[in-house]
């Protein structure tokens, strides 16, 4: 995913406010499920929910305002609840700014943990489909 550095991205030396990274983070997994497939709200409205268990970031080298970032994201594992996610965050210049972790839990509304079924597990393992 593709994330250009816009003012308000950065605090009051031009660079990128570490807690901006957080959204940068959900905005990744967001586009991961959706190149497979997945509606993450549409898993809402069926009554499967993630929420942030951990959250891991390693941050190697500041990104600028002006800079276009490019977030790769995978899945580490998964099981029948957890999922974790791994990122690297290069600039335009190929130079890695960000490396981070996230895990999450599959939980219902009631915000008790259940399973994902096995056929949004699958999808989610599976390479992004090409448009």
Do not use: W
């Amino acid at each position: 995913m593709k994330k250009r550095i816009y003012y308000h991205d950065t605090d009051c030396g031009g660079v990128v406010y570490y807690g901006n990274y957080l959204k940068y983070l959900e905005e990744a997994r967001t586009e991961y499920m959706e190149q497979r497939g997945l509606s993450v709200k549409q898993l809402m409205d069926m009554g499967i929910l993630f929420v942030v268990y951990r959250q891991e970031v390693d941050y190697k080298f500041p990104a600028f305002y002006g800079d276009v970032l490019d977030i790769e994201t995978k899945v580490l594992s998964m099981s029948e609840i957890k999922t974790e996610f791994e990122y690297t965050i290069r600039n335009q210049d190929g130079r890695i700014t960000t490396r981070a972790k996230t895990v999450m839990v599959s939980v219902n509304r009631n915000f008790e943990s259940q399973s994902v079924p096995k056929e949004l597990r699958d999808k989610m393992l599976q390479p992004a489909a090409v448009y």
